[in-house]
């Protein structure tokens, strides 16, 4: 007979890949110890390469299947849907959440995934209806691992009648067994923490022009010559004028437990191929990131940052950001364990913010993030 607890002991003196996170997730479940097996399950996620999405779904899928009210393995599957562009898939999905934030009568969460999803589709169904009953049959036979790439069974014995509620432990990705035709014989790749930390700000550096002035300029020509001048000047330096939008960048501040940074994004080529080529040409993008240093992010604004913030106008008017398709994959989190009294939960956010270059800002308006109202963050703020 096989001592799973020696197995377990001995796995876990191994180095803690992803594969082996997921391999000591699947000892736990064969203990019957789901709880442990969704920790685990969830470790091995987060260290999986986005590469390997398939197997990231696979995971989720698995730990939705032990406990189907998982509100992250829920979140973790739309995201990367999302970035996928699978819209209908990610639909799916988010009906299934906005359901579980109603049977718990969070009902700003649930309102917040209607909008979401009215996004996503218009003609989406009325109030009330959140349930997608073809997704959650996915979900429970947990064997469709990709989107149109074939299929691949789990190894993982469930019984159906002791499915119970868990908690969430740290967020990695567990191995999903594949076939030995794969590459790399189906090895895990290891995510890196990479654009954790917002980028810095360089100063902008204004190109001079060196005038040569002829020895000898006589009547009109002197005058065109410093019509010309005069006509730069204002072109470049008067408000209103085509340029770039106007902020004191970067800001860095802190309030209450929340480290706040805005700086320009100044290399645009991170949103190649994902915003189009006219967008880029007429909007500035600013990056926003969101730390919490003792405590987490409200779930609301960790999963649609989005929808909680607004710029200010020079009057300290509050106008919704811009709208561009395609600029939300771009948002990156990371998550920690034993937070907030949580198994795992969000304390970083950073996010792409696109701004009209023809128009004036004086900051950003932050909801979702107090209690007391939006949290305003100005240029002068530092």
Not at 102 to 118: F, H, N, V, Y
Not at 236 to 256: C, D, E, I, Q, Y
Not at 336 to 360: L, P, Y
Request: glycine share 6%; charged share 25%.
């Amino acid at each position: 007979m096989i001592d799973i607890d020696r197995q377990i002991e001995l796995a876990k003196r191994k180095p803690l890949t992803a594969e082996n996170l997921n391999y000591i997730g699947d000892l736990y479940l064969k203990k019957n110890d789901k709880q442990r097996a969704v920790a685990y399950f969830f470790e091995a996620s987060d260290k999986l390469h986005f590469a390997q999405k398939d197997k990231k779904i696979a995971i989720y899928k698995k730990i939705l299947k032990i406990s189907p009210v998982s509100e992250k393995a829920y979140i973790g599957i739309s995201e990367i849907l999302s970035k996928m562009g699978l819209v209908m898939e990610e639909k799916k999905f988010l009906h299934m959440l906005a359901q579980l934030y109603e049977s718990r009568g969070e009902s700003d969460k649930a309102s917040a995934l209607i909008a979401k999803i009215r996004e996503l589709d218009p003609h989406v169904i009325p109030d009330g209806t959140f349930f997608h009953r073809e997704a959650h049959k996915e979900v429970m036979e947990v064997g469709e691992v990709g989107e149109g790439r074939g299929k691949q069974s789990l190894p993982i014995e469930i019984n159906e009648k002791d499915l119970s509620p868990l908690n969430e432990k740290s967020m990695t990705d567990a191995q999903a067994p594949v076939p030995a035709s794969d590459r790399e014989e189906g090895k895990l790749i290891e995510a890196t923490l990479e654009e954790i930390l917002p980028e810095e700000s360089s100063s902008a550096t204004a190109t001079s022009k060196r005038h040569f002035w002829p020895r000898y300029i006589f009547g009109g020509g002197v005058v065109l010559l410093l019509g010309a001048i005069v006509a730069a000047v204002l072109f470049n330096f008067l408000p209103g004028t085509p340029g770039k939008s106007v902020a004191l960048l970067p800001v860095s501040t802190r309030v209450n437990d929340y480290e706040i940074t805005v700086s320009r994004l100044d290399n645009p080529a991170e949103l190649t191929g994902v915003i189009s080529e006219p967008d880029l040409s007429r909007t500035d993008f600013y990056v926003l990131a969101v730390n919490s240093r003792e405590n987490c992010v409200p779930d609301a604004f960790a999963a649609f940052p989005y929808n909680m913030i607004s710029l200010l106008d020079m009057k300290g008017g509050a106008t919704p950001v811009k709208p561009l398709e395609g600029l939300q994959k771009t948002t990156k989190t990371i998550t920690k364990m034993n937070v907030c009294g949580r198994d795992h939960a969000v304390v970083f956010v950073r996010m792409i913010v696109a701004v009209d270059r023809q128009k004036h800002y004086s900051g950003l308006a932050l909801n979702g993030l107090q209690n007391t109202g939006p949290l305003r963050i100005t240029w002068e703020s530092r």
